[in-house]
């Protein structure tokens, strides 16, 4: 009975010892990622206490000083502190030189996908029963043109544009610990 009883202690001590090592593994390969994570471009929107993080790996769109024109969408590749850049796959881009940063809100965005959806099916489903009865309604048009208008107006809304210097400004943070 004994032999028994200390065969079980042994046997859970030898488990919690693979679990303590397995998870000694997998943190020595987080470690690198968790520390690369601490440096963030920080949107900062005046008046607000609301910011926008975004980290290694995250898409950026943006506007520069010598592309004014052209909305930029790129993944952030790496985050230079000292030097205030951003790195990108092909480019970098120095943090003083972006006038614009929008931002995404998907709540409008699929809304508004839903929206078309339902305006395009009416007018499938309103045009084959106008076929086949042989009438035209007027309230096939409203909601077509309802649903249209109300996705069109939540697509526009769907992103916001911050204009560094006037209502906002971007920070880099490096929050890692020597």
């Known amino acids: 009975m004994k032999s028994r009883i200390s065969s079980n202690i042994l ?62 969408k790129k993944k952030i590749r790496e985050i230079q502190y000292e030097n205030n850049i951003i790195m990108f796959d092909r480019n970098f881009v120095h943090v003083d030189d972006i006038t614009l940063v929008r931002t995404f809100n998907p709540l409008p965005a699929t809304l508004a996908k839903g929206l078309y959806i339902f305006g395009a099916q009416a007018l499938l489903f309103g045009g084959i029963s106008s076929i086949i009865d042989g009438s035209v309604s007027w309230t096939l048009p409203v909601y077509v043109l309802g649903s249209a208008g109300l996705g069109a107006f939540l697509d526009v809304i769907a ?20």
């Open 11 to 72: 046997s859970r001590q030898k488990r919690q010892i693979n679990r303590l090592l397995g998870f000694l593994v997998i943190m020595m390969f987080l470690i690198p990622q968790a520390v690369q994570s601490q440096i963030f471009v920080q949107l900062e929107i005046y008046n607000s206490p609301d910011v926008k993080k975004y980290s290694v790996g995250d898409r950026f769109v943006f506007r520069t000083k010598e592309f004014p024109d052209e909305w930029q």
């Open 159 to 178: 992103f916001k544009r911050h204009r560094m210097g006037v209502n906002s400004r971007i920070r880099l943070l490096d929050l890692r610990i020597y």
